[in-house]
């Protein structure tokens, strides 16, 4: 069973920045897409951001140009850098394959507000 840690959350304001990491228990390279996920409180768990083995990244609309998703294949670990975060980016983030189709994590919190 694959697991997954999710780690750099916090509580922020508005306008900063938080580089959430993601570490595998196995290797990702053989892994097409890879994803981060959401869910904020009360909502379900929606897909934020994607990318493929060969780096094409896609992102939902409400965080086109402000978060960027990267992998390190070599460290099993998939990135996700936020900036200008805003109060509607608060919930716990997970990553996981697209799909998904290994088991959650706990996710890492991200909270913003002033």
């Known amino acids: 069973q694959v697991q997954l840690v999710e780690s750099g959350g916090g509580l922020v304001q508005p306008g900063v920045s938080l580089r959430l990491s993601c570490v595998a228990s196995?290797?990702?390279?053989?892994?097409?897409?890879m994803g981060w996920y959401r869910q904020a409180p009360g909502k379900e768990r929606d897909l934020v951001a994607t990318?493929?083995?060969?780096?094409?990244?896609n992102y939902v609309d409400s965080v086109t140009g402000r978060f960027t998703i990267a992998r390190d294949n070599a460290k099993n670990t998939v990135y996700l850098q936020m900036n200008s975060l805003k109060p509607e980016d608060t919930a716990v983030y997970y990553c996981?394959?697209?799909?998904?189709?290994?088991?959650w994590g706990q996710g890492t919190q991200v909270t913003v507000s002033s």
């Open positions: 996981n394959t697209y799909g998904p189709s290994w088991a």
């Open positions: 196995r290797n990702i390279f053989s892994i097409s897409t």
């Open positions: 990318i493929t083995s060969g780096g094409y990244r």
